[in-house]
């Protein structure tokens, strides 16, 4: 198992077995005292709750614990979580995007959606997340305390980006190791959900380009409904105005590679990735170059697809939803371009001591 496996390339039936792979060998059977038919039917049951997005679809949950696990075992981080931490941190990974429809926290909000009405326009997809994983968990018996899965989930709201990058830099700072209480042991678990989750552009090349294809894929299709809803369209999305080379290299400088420094000085073998994230610098300035500025995925640009998408799907998740107060509400794009206000810095740490 490396990081170089492409979950892309898996039909599902040989997923959910590569999944059911991961969960054993980090015994999280054995832990959560469950058996593997038990969560072969909730992952199945987790696979039919994802919609068929471009990027955020059960496969992109699926890489995130393909990367958790490499992270855990490879780069050591396994050691300093309790085996009901890494229960539930991949839980929450496999779980993290659940219900996502596609058009992020920004868009809910601008066009006043149902989803925004309920959840307050405060995390609006990752407290729907949050609900419909409790939902599934309950109908399937396998967890009861669900704190820290909230917690992980809602922390992977965009918005919370540079509170967590703070606080890599706060734990680097605190003792290691034995030393690390359970409430530091909590904050490193979110730390690494988020690393894993925008892991993209510290993967090898072709896996990569994969994944960009299909996140500007989505952004582009969020910018072209802006457009025809007579709404400004979110920083990133305009296919007139950006590229996807010129897309991947500000998410990568301003977001990532930050991020993923700070990592490497808890996680020194995650330095590793630092030289794959140059090399696919590299590869972006090149593009960038011979793509002058018209958009690089045009409406009929034909861009990678997981393996067995299915392609025709209602929604099934409407009789799931539920109003609950979770707060924040922010995107992906948001955090492309704008640091952190303080604003986003008390509410952040409201909210994510709120569950
Ligand atoms: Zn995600």
């Given at each position: 198992?490396?990081?170089?496996?492409?979950?892309?390339?898996?039909?599902?039936?040989?997923?959910?077995?590569?999944?059911?792979?991961?969960?054993?060998?980090?015994?999280?059977?054995?832990?959560?005292?469950?058996?593997?038919?038990?969560?072969?039917?909730?992952?199945?049951?987790?696979?039919?709750?994802?919609?068929?997005?471009?990027?955020?679809?059960?496969?992109?949950?699926?890489?995130?614990?393909?990367?958790?696990?490499?992270?855990?075992?490879?780069?050591?981080?396994?050691?300093?979580?309790?085996?009901?931490?890494?229960?539930?941190?991949?839980?929450?990974?496999?779980?993290?995007?659940?219900?996502?429809?596609?058009?992020?926290?920004?868009?809910?909000?601008?066009?006043?959606?149902?989803?925004?009405?309920?959840?307050?326009?405060?995390?609006?997809?990752?407290?729907?997340?949050?609900?419909?994983?409790?939902?599934?968990?309950?109908?399937?018996?396998?967890?009861?305390?669900?704190?820290?899965?909230?917690?992980?989930?809602?922390?992977?709201?965009?918005?919370?980006?540079?509170?967590?990058?703070?606080?890599?830099?706060?734990?680097?700072?605190?003792?290691?190791?034995?030393?690390?209480?359970?409430?530091?042991?909590?904050?490193?678990?979110?730390?690494?959900?988020?690393?894993?989750?925008?892991?993209?552009?510290?993967?090898?090349?072709?896996?990569?380009?994969?994944?960009?294809?299909?996140?500007?894929?989505?952004?582009?299709?969020?910018?072209?409904?802006?457009?025809?809803?007579?709404?400004?369209?979110?920083?990133?999305?305009?296919?007139?105005?950006?590229?996807?080379?010129?897309?991947?290299?500000?998410?990568?400088?301003?977001?990532?590679?930050?991020?993923?420094?700070?990592?490497?000085?808890?996680?020194?073998?995650?330095?590793?990735?630092?030289?794959?994230?140059?090399?696919?610098?590299?590869?972006?300035?090149?593009?960038?170059?011979?793509?002058?500025?018209?958009?690089?995925?045009?409406?009929?640009?034909?861009?990678?697809?997981?393996?067995?998408?299915?392609?025709?799907?209602?929604?099934?998740?409407?009789h799931l939803i539920k109003p609950v107060r979770i707060m924040r509400t922010s995107s992906h794009?948001?955090?492309?371009?704008?640091?952190?206000?303080?604003?986003?810095?008390?509410?952040?740490?409201?909210?994510?001591?709120?569950?």
């Amino acid at each position: 198992m490396t990081e170089e496996l492409n979950v892309l390339d898996y039909r599902r039936t040989d997923l959910y077995g590569h999944l059911l792979g991961i969960f054993t060998k980090l015994n999280i059977l054995s832990t959560l005292n469950i058996t593997a038919s038990q969560l072969l039917d909730f992952l199945i049951d987790v696979d039919v709750s994802y919609h068929p997005t471009p990027y955020h679809s059960f496969y992109h949950a699926a890489d995130i614990v393909v990367i958790l696990y490499y992270m855990l075992n490879e780069l050591d981080a396994k050691h300093y979580l309790t085996n009901k931490q890494i229960a539930v941190l991949m839980i929450s990974a496999i779980c993290h995007d659940i219900g996502h429809p596609g058009f992020n926290n920004d868009f809910q909000t601008k066009t006043k959606s149902d989803l925004a009405s309920y959840y307050h326009n405060q995390s609006i997809l990752e407290s729907q997340s949050i609900d419909i994983t409790i939902d599934l968990l309950r109908k399937h018996s396998l967890l009861d305390e669900t704190d820290l899965l909230q917690d992980l989930i809602l922390a992977t709201d965009m918005a919370f980006h540079y509170d967590l990058l703070e606080d890599v830099n706060q734990l680097e700072e605190e003792t290691w190791s034995a030393g690390w209480n359970d409430d530091q042991r909590r904050r490193f678990a979110r730390i690494l959900l988020h690393a894993a989750d925008i892991s993209n552009t510290v993967r090898p090349w072709p896996i990569s380009k994969q994944w960009s294809d299909l996140i500007v894929r989505e952004f582009f299709r969020q910018g072209d409904a802006e457009k025809t809803a007579g709404l400004t369209v979110s920083t990133g999305m305009d296919r007139d105005l950006d590229t996807q080379a010129s897309i991947s290299l500000r998410f990568t400088e301003g977001i990532v590679q930050p991020y993923f420094q700070s990592l490497a000085t808890l996680l020194p073998k995650a330095r590793r990735w630092l030289v794959a994230l140059e090399e696919n610098k590299v590869h972006w300035q090149d593009l960038k170059a011979a793509t002058p500025l018209a958009a690089s995925l045009g409406h009929d640009t034909r861009v990678s697809m997981p393996a067995g998408t299915i392609t025709v799907l209602s929604n099934p998740l409407q009789h799931l939803i539920k109003p609950v107060r979770i707060m924040r509400t922010s995107s992906h794009s948001t955090a492309l371009v704008s640091p952190p206000s303080s604003e986003l810095k008390r509410s952040h740490s409201s909210s994510l001591r709120h569950s």
